[in-house]
């Protein structure tokens, strides 16, 4: 098996630009500013990734963009294509009407994150957050039927109180809970090759932010088997910001930024794509130890990209500015030695790439 594969063109000079595979298992840093060619880039490396080894990948997908994964374009190589297709690719979709729906389980999420789901604070909410802690022995064991129900018929008053939250919230409702049906979770203990988990359609902007958080719960719960998993986080700044707010926000920050200080050690490995590097935690981005950086006019940004991933030349960050689309330095691990390079051709379909203007 091929220790490095092709990802497009060296920009300086002829030849092939590649990566080395047995690299990922260190974390990525992503960045251009929008409309630079992240997206697309990131799938021409996802593909090569999937057509020449076997790391399975979990994809945290903000915009429906990889949601096509699996789909080859009637362009690509035979060869290629035909090796993709036989790929276990496996989107789940947020959004009505879906066959294969993205749910996660509520009662199997940590009760800290089910706590955040519901607003409610380990220290201000103290005594009601306890009660919660308290309640769990007999939420696990007893839970028949529907959550909200079941709650309700609990001689138990902290019963009632998270009924109530999760109705009074809108909890109850949301798309996204399993209750009794599959979960992506369970997808992503089959091991396929791919799950692309579509954060894009959901109706209420925390089904997202808890959808992400049941996956990376879910992976951190799981980290002692040491798989070996790239998890892939497109638009990082949603899920990893230096200042959460919510409840939620703030766990999902803690969670990537543990991934990223400890994650290496059970083979969990984060590829991080974002717009701005000021936007995502420095404690992840300081640990990223492969970085692809795209266009990006400011030069702020890029100072501060020049001072946190030092492996990266100067003089080829200074560049980047005068990126045309598609255009990427590599530097760290992943790369013999920085380069420019101009990516290759994606061979599967873009997903939910902009709404075009009609001509006529
Ligand atoms: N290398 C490329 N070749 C052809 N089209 C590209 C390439 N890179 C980006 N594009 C197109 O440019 C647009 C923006 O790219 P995208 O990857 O979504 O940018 P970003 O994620 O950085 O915002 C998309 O419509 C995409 O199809
Ligand atoms: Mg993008």
Redesign the pocket.
């Known amino acids: 098996m091929a220790e490095s594969f092709a990802i497009g063109a060296l920009a300086d000079g002829a030849g092939e630009a590649r990566l080395l595979a047995p690299k990922f298992n260190r974390h990525t840093f992503w960045c251009?500013?929008?409309?630079?060619?992240?997206?697309?880039?990131l799938g021409v490396v996802l593909e090569q990734l999937l057509l020449h080894t076997r790391l399975p990948m979990v994809i945290l997908d903000p915009n429906s963009?990889f949601v096509r994964l699996g789909e080859t374009r009637p362009g690509a190589a035979a060869e290629a294509a035909t090796a993709l297709a036989a790929r276990d690719i496996r989107v789940r979709r947020s959004g009505p009407g879906s066959a294969e729906p993205l749910k996660a389980r509520f009662v199997r999420m940590p009760v800290r994150s089910r706590a955040a789901i519901l607003q409610m604070d380990p220290v201000i909410d103290a005594e009601e957050f306890n009660a919660l802690l308290r309640l769990e022995p007999l939420l696990q064991a007893g839970l028949r039927g529907h959550l909200v129900d079941w709650l309700r018929e609990q001689p138990n008053p902290a019963a009632m109180r998270m009924a109530q939250r999760l109705e009074n919230l809108g909890v109850a409702d949301w798309d996204l809970w399993a209750w009794g049906d599959r979960s992506i979770t369970d997808d992503i203990d089959d091991r396929p090759d791919a799950v692309v988990a579509d954060l894009g359609g959901f109706a209420e902007p925390g089904e997202s932010r808890a959808a992400a958080l049941a996956v990376l719960d879910h992976l951190w719960e799981r980290r002692e088997e040491r798989l070996g998993r790239l998890i892939v986080i497109d638009e990082a700044h949603n899920l990893c910001s230096p200042d959460p707010l919510t409840p939620v926000d703030r766990l999902l920050t803690e969670r990537i930024v543990q991934i990223a200080a400890e994650g290496r050690k059970y083979g969990l490995w984060l590829l991080l794509s974002t717009q701005r590097p000021s936007k995502v935690h420095p404690n992840a981005l300081s640990q990223c130890d492969n970085l692809a950086l795209?266009k990006m006019s400011s030069r702020r940004d890029l100072a501060e990209l020049a001072s946190v991933f030092g492996y990266a030349p100067d003089a080829l960050v200074d560049r980047s500015p005068s990126f045309r689309?598609?255009q990427a330095l590599f530097a760290g691990g992943f790369v013999e030695a920085a380069e420019i390079v101009q990516?290759g051709?994606r061979l599967t379909h873009?997903g939910g790439?902009?709404v075009r203007v009609p001509l006529r």
């Open positions: 251009g500013q929008s409309g630079s060619g992240k997206t697309y880039a963009d795209m689309q598609g990516m051709e873009e790439s902009d």
